[in-house]
């Protein structure tokens, strides 16, 4: 595997050379008798091969450029958040080599090591952002045996010309599709159970009689700022976000007796006056993390005893969930049919590599299986939809895809859905709302067991 750290140096400058073929806005040559599988309309274009005898494999995945900040770095952080940490599981943060820059296109690249059951290898993603959008490149592999061949490909890429820039997202966010901001009709949400949410600049605030909660929008988080440097990811936000909206007192911890670091809750407390208000409060932070990506919930009240009578497990713990920490559940709001009028796209990739346990003597690697899926729907002014649903599955060479096609009529009615002629003719009633993020919103379509987080694309 050492000659793909060099491999690697060569994808910085990979924007260049051979345009004999095109998928979306993205010009290359593709690899000679590789297997290749693609579905219309889908969100990507995978070439794979392997060699079963050995069990090494590699594949080389296109996405569709997407709408995109002009931050190539956050561009980046985004997509290794949600497509490379949705394919493997990968034990470091991405080594990063020298950006490359040409015809009005940033390259950030950047791989990292994955090991499971024993088998080691290496993805590599490769994020261009220019005029407005980003293409990622994925490379998954377990071997040097196909440098050339994936040194060639990245040497033959390319970039069509597109449209300007759209505005730039003053933030990043949990996704790799930048969400389309304005002219929403619900700003505010009462719950039955009296508490009642309000969309802000920064956070969601829900509030119930004296009680105050800030759920924040998704903030970048950067494992590698806090492993091994002695800094503390609950203190560094505690110190350096929320002191910007309060004027920090008193600062102490609810650790539940914990000595270990790692078990110690992401939790941080204490008085402070409101920069917005003027009003003295106790508050506590609960830091959550998921993949680069960090959420703030703050409390609020008028003393400590309030606080915690409202959250008797604020702080959570190694072991125990956290009452403020779920208080996300109300970052959500109803839709209207000109809200959701537009196209909005879902999607998701996983992998699993197989090994043989017996007979005796045939243990070994079996092979890689890969599951995506993508949704798209469009919803018209005049109360008419298509949906398109693609998925692949199976072994690496030898994947199955489908597609499925609706077209019909939907109504909506704040936090429903009805759309007509779904699978076997059936209609289909979704429970629907909005997630606020910065700048747009999210909109979620459940029913029964099928679960879509929609950004809206055009």
């Known amino acids: 595997m050492k000659q793909l750290l060099l491999l690697i140096l060569l994808v910085a400058c990979s924007m260049a050379f051979s345009q004999q073929q095109t998928f979306d806005i993205t010009n290359f040559t593709p690899p000679k008798e590789w297997q290749k599988k693609t579905a219309e309309g889908g969100g990507g274009l995978q070439f794979a091969t392997e060699d079963a005898a050995k069990g090494t494999y590699c594949i080389i995945t296109i996405f569709k450029a997407i709408p995109a900040t002009d931050n190539a770095k956050g561009n980046f952080d985004a997509a290794w958040a949600d497509l490379v940490k949705g394919m493997v599981t990968v034990s470091t943060a991405p080594e990063m080599t020298e950006p490359a820059t040409e015809d009005g296109w940033e390259a950030q690249s950047g791989y990292a090591p994955f090991e499971s059951e024993g088998t080691k290898g290496v993805v590599i993603l490769v994020a261009s952002t220019g005029l407005g959008k980003m293409v990622n490149i994925i490379i998954l592999t377990n071997t040097d045996a196909y440098e050339k061949e994936m040194t060639a490909f990245l040497e033959s890429v390319s970039f069509q010309k597109e449209n300007p820039a759209p505005e730039k997202d003053p933030e990043p966010v949990n996704t790799t599709a930048a969400p389309v901001t304005g002219g929403f009709a619900f700003t505010s949400t009462n719950f039955d159970d009296g508490w009642t949410s309000v969309i802000q600049d ?19 988080y950067n494992a590698s700022d806090f492993s091994g440097t002695g800094v ?42 409101d920069k917005q208000t003027g009003e003295r409060r106790f508050i506590g932070m609960r830091l959550d993390v998921s993949p680069n990506t960090a959420y703030i919930t703050v409390g609020s009240a008028k003393d400590e005893e309030s ?13 125990s969930p956290s009452d403020l920490s779920n208080m996300g559940g109300y970052n959500k709001f109803a839709i209207t049919a000109n809200d959701i009028s537009g196209t909005w796209q879902d999607g998701n990739t996983s992998t699993a590599q197989w090994y043989y346990v017996a007979p005796s003597g045939y243990e070994g690697y079996a092979g890689m299986t890969v599951a995506a899926r993508s949704a798209t729907f469009n919803f018209n002014d005049g109360g008419n939809y298509t949906s398109i649903h693609n998925g692949a599955t199976g072994a690496v060479g030898n994947m199955s895809t489908f597609q499925q096609n ?53």
Do not use: C
Not at 426 to 447: M, P, S, Y
């Open 232 to 273: 503390v990811d609950r203190d560094y936000y505690w110190d350096n976000y929320v002191s910007k909206y309060f004027t920090i007192e008193t600062k102490q911890y609810k650790d539940n007796g914990e000595v270990m670091g790692s078990l110690k809750p992401s939790y941080v407390e204490g008085w402070a006056t």
């Open 202 to 220: 920064d956070w969601v605030l829900v509030s119930k009689e004296d009680i105050k909660v800030y759920l924040w929008y998704a903030l970048r």
């Open 307 to 319: 606080l915690w009578k409202q959250f008797p497990k604020a702080n959570g713990g190694a072991y």
């Open 406 to 458: 609706y077209k019909g009529k939907y109504t909506v009615s704040n936090w429903n859905l009805i759309a007509t002629n779904r699978f076997n003719g059936k209609t289909d009633n979704f429970e629907a709302w909005f997630v606020a993020i910065r700048g747009g919103r999210i909109l979620k379509l459940r029913d029964g067991g099928m679960d879509y987080s929609l950004v809206k694309t055009k």
